[in-house]
């Protein structure tokens, strides 16, 4: 009679342990699913706009200390392509130069992502060289 149950808590036990197990990895199963939802792609566009009469002459733009240079460029506005920036950004920076035409000149840069302005940096003279960024 004790033999008969001592077997009936072995397997009750059993079966409980084994459900535990099962429980667990499922619920490991879920959390794996929800991190890679987690991985975020955010997309970072770079913008330079100058008075009238102003010309944007080089931009180096970037994120997480990788920057791209773009040389030859004139006119009076610049907007970068868009970066899709995929996972944990730091860092984000812009530099503009442009040739004013007086003291009363100005350039202004911004930093926008996923469509929402984040920075933005404004200077003024002749020899003009704006910049901002933005730590995410």
């Known amino acids: 009679?004790?033999?008969?149950?001592l077997n009936k808590v072995f397997k009750g036990l059993f079966v409980a342990v084994i459900t535990v197990m099962i429980l667990n990895f499922v619920e490991s199963c879920r959390k794996d699913d929800d991190t890679s939802e987690e991985i975020k792609t955010q997309k970072i566009v770079f913008k330079a706009e100058a008075s009238s009469g102003v010309n944007i002459t080089k931009a180096?733009?970037?994120i997480d200390g990788n920057p791209i240079t773009v040389s030859g460029l004139n006119g009076t506005t610049w907007t970068s392509p868009e970066i899709n920036?995929?996972?944990?950004?730091?860092?984000?920076?812009v530099v503009v130069n442009a040739t004013g035409v007086d003291a009363t000149s100005t350039l202004?840069?911004?930093?926008?992502?996923?469509?929402q302005l984040k920075a933005e940096g404004v200077s003024s003279g002749q020899n003009l060289m704006t910049s901002t960024s933005y730590t995410f």
């Open 1 to 5: 009679m004790k033999k008969l149950k």
């Open 85 to 93: 920036a995929e996972g944990v950004v730091y860092n984000s920076n």
């Open 108 to 115: 202004k840069v911004q930093i926008w992502v996923d469509g």
């Open 60 to 62: 180096v733009y970037g």
